[in-house]
């Protein structure tokens, strides 16, 4: 919390105060008001800070560490239960970001960006096993789950869920706002107040949104009603690397259905992650797409250390090597590798966690495909 008030509060003030006496002091009184606007923004920093600090302190009950960790040890040495400073800048700019997305996940608000890029999930689902008298007995694998609402609606509507995801920011934030949470609207977020540029008003730039938009435990309970299989019992969450976990012979012909959104760019090598969906899948189960190909390792891929190097294959996403294709190459990689598409591919407009009042509004063309794995597994192996 302190980073932020002093990166986005505390130096916009010196700014502020370096400009000419006659104009800061012009710029303090109404109708600007420039430094009553900073203070709501350092409130605004509180309230999602409130966000964060709730997040932390189940994570810190789940794996049985002391909101109040220990002092030194008697040889002067930090105790290994001091979870205190462990943080890196780079889990701050994560743990940020995640909190962001939860206006796009789990606010009413974030409707519509759920509208485009879920509910051509759910419509594939319900298409292709609609002669399905019993779909919890169909199982859904969503890699790349995030804050885990996909995981969620795909459970409300009938199905065996089961999310994927690698990064623990996300995980614990998923866990809180499904598990943890007691009523709908429980928490204030402001979503855009740490950015002060193409804001038509300070009322846009100060929205605030209340999340969850629903109660995920009183949703699902009563999705369980006149199913075989409980909801509870038909939602869970997968820790880890996607093509590790779920290249095994345990996952082998598992799943009726992959959904990946927003997912596939994120690897450095995407024959690894057709191959994984393969292996998973059961002969003749779907694969349903949608998404950009922003690929994430593009400027820089992720490299082993020597000592690892040598396992290559056990590494998942920090193996060597990255590649990146075109959305025609990808088809026809999924074609030789075993799948069929039953209909030609389409493209939408998605934004991603996008103010839809600022002045800039950027949008995603993403691809929407339904393949089809083939009875026959030619797909090529990297090992």
Excluded at 284 to 306: K, M, V
Excluded at 357 to 366: A, I, K, P, W
Aim: glycine share 6%; net charge negative.
């Amino acid at each position: 919390m302190k980073p932020a008030h002093y990166n986005i509060t505390h130096r916009r003030r010196q700014n502020f105060y370096a400009l000419p006496t006659a104009h800061w002091q012009f710029l303090a009184q109404p109708p600007i008001s420039y430094l009553e606007t900073l203070n709501q923004v350092d409130d605004a920093i509180d309230k999602n800070a409130d966000i964060a600090h709730g997040i932390f302190l189940q994570s810190l009950s789940a794996v049985g560490l002391a909101e109040h960790p220990p002092g030194p040890t008697p040889d002067g040495q930090k105790h290994r239960l001091d979870w205190r400073g462990a943080a890196t800048p780079q889990d701050m700019d994560k743990a940020r970001t995640t909190i962001r997305q939860f206006y796009r996940d789990w606010s009413a608000e974030g409707a519509a960006e759920r509208q485009a890029c879920y509910d051509p999930i759910l419509a594939a689902l319900s298409s292709q096993f609609s002669h399905h008298t019993n779909k919890g007995t169909i199982k859904v694998l969503v890699p790349g789950a995030g804050l885990g609402r996909l995981v969620f609606e795909v459970c409300r509507a009938g199905y065996t869920a089961e999310g994927n995801e690698i990064s623990y920011h996300q995980l614990l934030a998923s866990s809180f706002i499904l598990n943890h949470t007691t009523r709908t609207e429980k928490l204030p977020l402001y979503p855009w107040a740490f950015s002060f540029s193409n804001h038509i008003s300070r009322k846009n730039q100060m929205q605030c949104v209340m999340i969850p938009d629903v109660h995920p435990g009183t949703v699902l309970q009563g999705a369980s009603e006149g199913q075989e299989i409980h909801a509870f019992q038909r939602i869970g969450m997968a820790t880890g690397d996607f093509t590790v976990i779920y290249n095994d012979e345990e996952h082998a012909g598992t799943y009726d259905a992959v959904a990946t959104v927003f997912f596939i760019d994120t690897a450095p090598n995407i024959l690894k992650y057709i191959e994984t969906i393969h292996h998973c899948l059961k002969p003749g189960g779907i694969w349903i797409n949608l998404g950009p190909l922003l690929w994430h390792f593009e400027d820089s891929g992720p490299i082993p250390t020597p000592s690892e190097a040598h396992n290559n294959q056990s590494l998942g996403i920090a193996s060597t090597g990255t590649v990146e294709l075109t959305q025609t190459e990808i088809l026809t990689l999924i074609t030789a590798s075993g799948f069929s598409f039953p209909s030609p591919p389409t493209m939408s407009e998605s934004p991603y966690i996008q103010d839809p009042h600022s002045l800039l509004q950027n949008r995603y063309r993403v691809v929407h495909w339904i393949a089809r794995k083939d009875k026959r597994d030619n797909a090529p192996r990297s090992g």
